[in-house]
């Protein structure tokens, strides 16, 4: 269960992460990670602001879902968020088809998993795995 738990919370973290990247003010943290996305998947100039608007719909629900889960003050129930994460997830993963290639949705899936496994770091060497230990 508590792997459950833990699972749900980084599944959540790594959508929110990744709608983070869409995140679209004209500066700022937001504005870098979607023009990093946009490199890195290649994304045409009509692509940019689909992507854009899909990611930050996901990131709306997923605030709500946790907004909703921690409004009546209790514990959340872990397992209805994971499935809740797990269908906007799907959803999301079904709108981007529509408008990425099939090469561009394989590497985004490649980012959210490697985002979801720790390799996405701050600073210099952002986006490279950690270094190896002998």
């Given at each position: 269960m508590k792997v459950l738990t833990k699972a749900s919370m980084v599944a959540l973290l790594a959508l929110?992460?990744?709608?983070?990247?869409?995140?679209?003010?004209?500066?700022?943290?937001?504005?870098?990670?979607?023009?990093?996305?946009?490199?890195?998947?290649?994304?045409?100039?009509?692509q940019k602001p689909q992507v854009q608007s899909i990611l930050q719909g996901a990131h709306t629900q997923m605030r709500q879902l946790f907004q909703q889960s921690t409004?009546?003050?209790?514990?959340?129930?872990?397992?209805?968020?994971?499935?809740?994460?797990?269908?906007?997830?799907?959803?999301?993963?079904?709108?981007?088809?529509?408008?990425?290639?099939?090469?561009?949705?394989k590497k985004f899936q490649a980012l959210e998993q490697m985002h979801a496994h720790g390799f996405a770091h701050h600073g210099a060497n952002q986006g490279a795995p950690p270094p190896m230990s002998n």
């Amino acid at each position: 269960m508590k792997v459950l738990t833990k699972a749900s919370m980084v599944a959540l973290l790594a959508l929110c992460a990744a709608a983070a990247f869409a995140q679209g003010a004209a500066s700022g943290p937001g504005a870098r990670h979607m023009e990093n996305l946009a490199i890195l998947l290649d994304l045409s100039d009509a692509q940019k602001p689909q992507v854009q608007s899909i990611l930050q719909g996901a990131h709306t629900q997923m605030r709500q879902l946790f907004q909703q889960s921690t409004a009546n003050g209790g514990k959340p129930d872990f397992q209805a968020m994971h499935a809740a994460h797990q269908q906007i997830q799907q959803d999301t993963l079904q709108k981007l088809s529509a408008v990425l290639s099939p090469a561009q949705l394989k590497k985004f899936q490649a980012l959210e998993q490697m985002h979801a496994h720790g390799f996405a770091h701050h600073g210099a060497n952002q986006g490279a795995p950690p270094p190896m230990s002998n």
